[in-house]
C-alpha cells in the first residue's frame, strides 16, 4: 500500500492544506485513537506542539478527533519533541503526538506520532492508522467521549530528565553558552536546564510569536549564532531547531560544527569510558566519508541506514547501538532518550568540553570531512528521477567517482524536493557533478 499521508517523519505540509488541514488532523485523532483503543482501561494520548501559530488549530481539531472515539487527552502546550516522547512513556500513555514541521518555516506543519514505549510509530502502525483515514471511524455513546486536560508541570519534569543525563560530578560554572532556541518549542526548557547545571547563559530566539520560528535562527540558519559567539566571546554555541530534536553547535572561533563531529566526540567518548555498546554508532547515508575512516581509525564501525532518523533508532534498537544520528543534527542517545534530543546531546557535548578542559575549536573538530555537496532542486510533480536523462546522468556521475567517493539522491520525505548529495577527494569534481545531476532534475521537473 503506497503513502498517501506519512513521510519520513510522520505527516507534514503547508497548513491549511491537504494533508496539513483542520479537518485531517482530527482524522488523525480519530484513526490513531481508534488503532490504539487496546485493551479495558481508560485511554489516554499526551499532545505537545512547537510555537508556531497554526498549532492552536491543530491541537484542538485532534483534541476533537481523539476525544470522540473515547481517548482522554493530556496537553503539554510548546514542547520539544523528545519531551513529548518521554512524557508519553513515563506517564503511561497509550499514544502521543507531537504538532511540528520541525525545521520548516511557520507556513508548514506537521503530526509525529509516538507509541507507549516513547519510539516513534513502526511503519505497519502508519500504515494502519492510513488505511482508517478514509473510513468512517465508530464514535464513542455520549457518555464515554474523551476528556482533555492541560497539565502545568510539564516542562520541569522535562528538564530534571534532561539534567539526569548530565555527569552527576561535572558542572558547568564559568562556562558562557550562547544558545538559540529557533524562537520554538524549547525556548524556555533549554535555558533553565543550561542555567541550573551553572552555566552562564546567552540567549537567542527565545520570543516566539507564532510566525518566527526558524527565521534566520536556530540550526538551520547559524549566523546570528556565530556573530553572537564572537561578539561575546563565548565558549560554545548550541543551536536548536524549531522542535528542539536537533543540535549543531558553533565554537569559540564562530565556526559551524556539524552532526557528524558531534556524534564522532560523543562517541569516541563513550569508547573510552567503556559506555559505547555496539562496536560503533548508526549513521544515515548522508554521513561524510571523514566520519567513517575517524571511527575505523579508533576500530570502531558506522551502521549506515536511509535518511530519517526513525530508521537509525530502528537499527539502533535492532543492532543493540546506543549511539546514532544525522549529519544535520538529529542526534539519538538511547541510554537517556527514545528520539533525536537536541539538548540532551548539548549536554554530553558540554560534559567533555568541561572535562577535557579544551577550548571548543579544539575539542569539535576531531577530523576533516571529505569535500561534500548538497543541493535541493524544489518539483510540484511527476517523478524526475524516473527521467531518462537524469538516469544518465546519475550514472556518468557514479562512472567519474569510480569508487572514490558516494553519490546520494534521494526524494524528500517532508517537502517536495530532490535531494542531490555527492562526496569524493576531488571539490571540483563534486560540485560538476552536483550541477549537472540538479540541472538535469530541473528540467525534468
Not at 177 to 205: F, M, R
Not at 230 to 238: F, Y
Not at 275 to 282: D, M, Y
Request: net charge negative.
Amino acid at each position: 500500500m503506497a503513502r498517501k499521508y506519512f513521510g519520513t517523519d510522520g505527516i507534514r505540509g503547508r497548513t491549511n492544506e491537504s494533508p496539513m488541514t483542520a479537518e485531517i488532523a482530527m482524522k488523525v485523532g480519530q484513526a490513531a485513537g481508534a488503532h490504539f483503543l487496546r485493551g479495558d482501561h481508560r485511554h489516554r494520548v499526551v499532545i505537545g506542539k512547537d510555537t508556531r501559530l497554526s498549532g492552536y488549530m491543530m491541537e484542538s481539531a485532534l483534541v476533537a478527533g481523539f476525544t470522540s472515539v473515547g481517548m482522554d487527552v493530556v496537553l503539554m502546550g510548546p514542547m520539544p519533541t523528545p519531551a513529548v516522547a518521554m512524557l508519553t512513556r513515563s506517564m503511561r500513555a497509550d499514544l502521543g503526538v507531537m504538532i511540528s514541521a520541525s525545521h520548516n518555516m511557520f507556513a508548514d506543519n506537521g503530526i509525529k506520532l509516538f507509541g507507549p514505549d516513547g519510539y516513534k510509530l513502526s511503519d505497519n502502525d502508519e500504515m494502519a492508522i492510513e488505511a482508517r483515514l478514509d473510513k468512517p471511524v465508530k464514535l464513542a455513546p455520549a457518555a464515554d467521549i474523551g476528556r482533555a486536560r492541560r497539565v502545568e508541570d510539564a516542562r520541569g519534569r522535562y528538564v530534571h530528565a534532561v539534567k539526569s543525563s548530565f555527569p552527576e560530578h561535572l558542572r558547568l560554572d564559568g562556562l558562557r553558552v550562547v544558545v538559540d532556541c529557533a524562537n520554538g518549542a524549547a525556548y524556555e526548557v533549554a535555558p533553565s536546564a543550561l542555567w541550573e547545571l551553572g552555566a552562564d547563559i546567552i540567549t537567542i530566539g527565545v520570543n516566539p510569536n507564532g510566525i518566527n520560528i526558524n527565521d534566520k535562527c536556530g540550526s538551520t540558519d547559524t549566523k546570528a549564532l556565530q556573530d553572537k559567539v564572537r561578539e561575546t566571546r563565548a565558549d560554545i554555541g548550541i543551536a536548536l531547531d524549531g522542535d528542539a530534536d536537533r543540535l549543531i553547535v558553533v565554537d569559540d572561533n564562530g565556526k559551524v560544527v556539524d552532526g557528524d563531529q558531534l556524534m564522532a566526540l560523543v562517541a569516541h567518548g563513550a569508547h573510552q569510558r567503556g559506555e559505547l555498546k555496539g562496536g560503533g554508532i548508526v549513521a544515515t547515508v548522508m554521513s561524510n566519508l571523514g566520519l567513517e575512516r575517524f571511527l575505523a581509525d579508533k576500530g570502531l564501525g558506522l551502521h549506515r541506514t536511509q535518511v530519517g532518523d526513525r530508521y537509525v533508532v530502528e537499527a539502533m534498537r535492532a543492532e543493540g547501538y546506543n549511539i546514532g544520528g544525522e549529519q544535520s543534527g538529529h542526534i539519538v542517545m538511547s541510554d537517556h532518550a527514545t528520539t533525536g534530543d537536541g539538548l540532551v546531546a548539548a549536554l554530553q557535548v558540554l560534559a567533555q568540553l568541561v572535562e577535557k578542559g579544551r577550548p571548543a575549536h579544539e575539542l569539535l573538530h576531531l577530523f576533516d570531512p571529505l569535500p561534500q555537496l548538497l543541493k535541493n532542486v524544489r518539483f510540484t510533480g511527476g517523478e524526475p528521477l524516473k527521467d531518462d536523462k537524469v538516469i544518465a546522468a546519475i550514472a556518468d556521475a557514479e562512472q567519474k567517482l569510480d569508487g572514490t567517493g558516494r553519490l546520494v539522491i534521494r526524494k524528500s520525505g517532508t517537502e517536495p524536493l530532490i535531494r542531490v548529495m555527492a562526496e569524493g577527494e576531488d571539490r571540483k569534481l563534486v560540485e560538476s557533478m552536483v550541477d549537472q545531476i540538479c540541472e538535469a532534475v530541473r528540467k525534468a521537473a
